[in-house]
């Protein structure tokens, strides 16, 4: 398994699951997330606070790795927000490793006026 895919299913059991075990495993002791929402950096157990906040709202569609090295990775997905009318986000994820390890993140997310789903060979319930 290619190292960004073994941080996919990390982050969607985090998620979906609130269960970390698997990327609490995989982050670097020194891990940051900046999150352009916040305009700030966080570090695991505030981002925590934010995924148990989100997960029973969230549906995470498919990601789409752009690049992975050794050092970084840089990964596109989509995600589904259960409101009365469903909100659509297109989300731009980048990810620096050392030694093979989580240690800084940057998430950017733009919100969409269509479903992206629609124009794809996915469906939302195959990730719910």
């Given at each position: 398994?290619?190292?960004?895919?073994?941080?996919?299913?990390?982050?969607?059991?985090?998620?979906?699951k609130t269960?970390?075990?698997?990327?609490?495993?995989?982050?670097?002791?020194?891990?940051?997330?900046?999150?352009?929402?916040?305009?700030m950096?966080?570090?695991?157990?505030?981002?925590?606070s934010?995924?148990?906040?989100?997960?029973?709202?969230?549906?995470?569609?498919?990601?789409?790795?752009?690049?992975?090295?050794?050092?970084?990775?840089?990964?596109?997905?989509?995600?589904?927000?259960?409101?009365?009318?469903?909100?659509?986000?297109?989300?731009?994820?980048?990810?620096?490793l050392?030694?093979?390890?989580?240690?800084?993140?940057?998430?950017?997310?733009?919100?969409?006026?269509f479903?992206p789903?629609?124009?794809?060979?996915?469906?939302?319930?195959?990730?719910?």
């Amino acid at each position: 398994m290619a190292r960004a895919a073994e941080f996919e299913k990390a982050w969607r059991l985090a998620y979906t699951k609130t269960d970390y075990s698997l990327i609490e495993s995989l982050l670097h002791r020194d891990y940051q997330m900046y999150d352009h929402r916040m305009g700030m950096k966080v570090d695991f157990e505030t981002e925590k606070s934010l995924i148990e906040t989100l997960c029973p709202f969230l549906t995470m569609g498919p990601w789409k790795i752009l690049y992975e090295n050794e050092e970084v990775y840089a990964a596109r997905l989509f995600t589904k927000y259960k409101e009365k009318e469903p909100r659509y986000l297109a989300i731009m994820a980048t990810a620096n490793l050392q030694n093979g390890k989580l240690i800084y993140a940057e998430i950017v997310r733009e919100v969409l006026d269509f479903d992206p789903s629609e124009s794809q060979d996915w469906n939302w319930e195959d990730y719910e």
